[in-house]
């Protein structure tokens, strides 16, 4: 063989290593886009299931209920799942906490993923009254459920992909703080400092509150200041984020969502929020430098309250979240460089 061709083959599996995947990305035709694939009636048939489980505080055996669910859904659709456990002292005691990690196919856990598509699927902890969380987190996990259906028609897209359902998001206190919330999300976020940066997922999406019937999205994109930056964990790697390259970033993302709003002709329910919200995209953007985008409508009158119900929830905006997510993954973040 001669040396010349020595190093092309070298020059392919170092691509072939940190692509993500083998499969090359095909051009992308809006008569071809999965957006059009997305349910929102299959979506919200998820919430319904979910809620029908009741009360699922992390902990809880109406969460382990939910988890089965989604592993038997995601199955289905033939992801494979790993559960990521792992416990941490709250208010409420020692808890076990669990992650629901999926990639599509059998064996693919050793291959760097292009990006990260997320939800918490765990509800807020209330003594007084009973609360289902129909919105919260109900919503985001029925359409990250059916995005997983949706995706399983495009393999090539589905394998550079991880699909992740964090635990622990809702704090056991009153507020999130560096102590208390962000379970799952942490974890997670520090577990992936303790992997090679060129194998670390590039781009993320969170989707938590996507069902209000008056549907109002407005991204968080912004990062907290220093003081809040303590919630960062590095797992002991020593990895320090780049926050001024992962802020970039993040007004790139934030412009792709936009015009993915504007190609399905859905722009007046998508915004960008110019305030910070914490929620599960911190972790990963201050500990792991995973430029992740939070989609969250959190002008929400039922928010920790017993009105979170079914009754609040539409299917017509839980698809109007779902189509934006996979126009925006499918159209414009798959093809980041």
């Given at each position: 063989m001669?040396?010349?061709?020595?190093?092309?083959?070298?020059?392919c599996?170092?691509?072939?290593?940190?692509?993500?995947?083998?499969?090359?990305?095909p051009?992308?035709?809006?008569?071809?886009?999965?957006?059009h694939?997305?349910?929102g009636?299959?979506?919200?048939?998820?919430?319904?299931?979910l809620?029908?489980?009741?009360?699922?505080?992390?902990?809880?055996?109406?969460?382990?209920?939910?988890?089965?669910?989604?592993?038997?859904?995601?199955?289905?659709?033939g992801?494979?799942?790993?559960?990521?456990?792992?416990?941490?002292?709250?208010?409420?005691?020692?808890?076990?906490f669990?992650n629901l990690?999926?990639?599509?196919?059998?064996?693919?856990w050793?291959?760097?993923?292009?990006?990260i598509?997320?939800?918490?699927?765990d509800?807020?902890l209330?003594?007084s009254?009973?609360?289902?969380?129909a919105?919260?987190?109900?919503?985001?996990?029925?359409?990250?459920?059916?995005?997983?259906g949706?995706?399983?028609?495009?393999?090539?897209?589905?394998?550079?992909?991880?699909l992740?359902?964090f635990d622990?998001?809702?704090?056991?206190g009153?507020n999130?703080t560096?102590?208390?919330g962000?379970?799952?999300?942490?974890?997670?976020?520090?577990?992936i400092?303790?992997?090679k940066p060129e194998?670390?997922?590039?781009?993320g999406?969170?989707?938590?509150?996507?069902?209000?019937?008056?549907?109002k999205?407005?991204?968080a994109?912004?990062?907290?200041?220093?003081s809040?930056?303590?919630?960062a964990?590095?797992?002991?790697s020593?990895?320090?984020?780049?926050?001024?390259?992962?802020?970039?970033?993040?007004?790139?993302?934030s412009r792709d969502?936009?015009a993915?709003?504007?190609?399905?002709?859905?722009?007046?329910?998508?915004g960008i929020?110019?305030?910070?919200?914490?929620?599960?995209?911190i972790?990963l953007?201050?500990?792991?430098?995973?430029?992740t985008?939070?989609?969250?409508?959190?002008?929400?009158?039922?928010w920790?309250?017993p009105?979170?119900?079914l009754?609040?929830?539409s299917?017509?905006?839980l698809?109007i979240?779902?189509?934006?997510?996979m126009?925006?993954v499918?159209k414009y973040?798959?093809?980041k460089?």
């Open positions: 001669k040396a010349g061709s020595s190093s092309f083959l070298f020059s599996l170092v691509v072939f290593l940190f692509s993500g995947c083998a499969d090359p990305i051009e992308f035709t809006e008569e071809n886009a999965l957006s694939r997305v349910s009636e299959r979506a919200f048939q998820h919430v319904k299931a809620v029908g489980f009741g009360p699922r505080p992390a902990g809880s055996e109406n969460l382990e209920r939910s988890r089965v669910y989604i592993q038997e859904q995601l199955a289905a659709a992801w494979e799942i790993r559960r990521q456990s792992f416990s941490k002292k709250t208010p409420e005691g020692e808890i076990e669990v990690r999926a990639r599509f196919g059998a064996g693919r050793g291959d760097p993923v292009d990006g598509l997320c939800s918490h699927y509800t807020k209330f003594e009254f009973e609360f289902l969380g919105n919260d987190a109900g919503s985001s996990t029925g359409v990250l459920i059916e995005l997983a949706v995706l399983s028609e495009k393999p090539w897209l589905a394998k550079r992909l991880e992740v359902f622990g998001e809702e704090a056991f009153t999130i560096s102590k208390d962000l379970y799952g999300s942490r974890y997670y976020a520090a577990e400092t303790l992997t194998t670390r997922p590039k781009w999406v969170l989707l938590d509150m996507v069902g209000d019937r008056d549907l999205i407005r991204a994109v912004q990062v907290p200041g220093a809040l930056r303590e919630m964990d590095s797992g002991g020593g990895y320090r984020v780049d926050i001024a390259l992962v802020k970039q970033q993040l007004q790139g993302i969502l936009i993915s709003a504007e190609d399905l002709g859905v722009r007046k329910h998508v929020s110019p305030d910070y919200i914490i929620d599960d995209h972790p953007i201050v500990t792991a430098g995973i430029p985008i939070d989609l969250i409508d959190f002008d929400y009158d039922y920790h309250t009105g979170d119900s009754e609040q929830v299917a017509e905006s698809e979240s779902g189509r934006v997510t126009q925006l499918e973040l798959i093809r460089e």
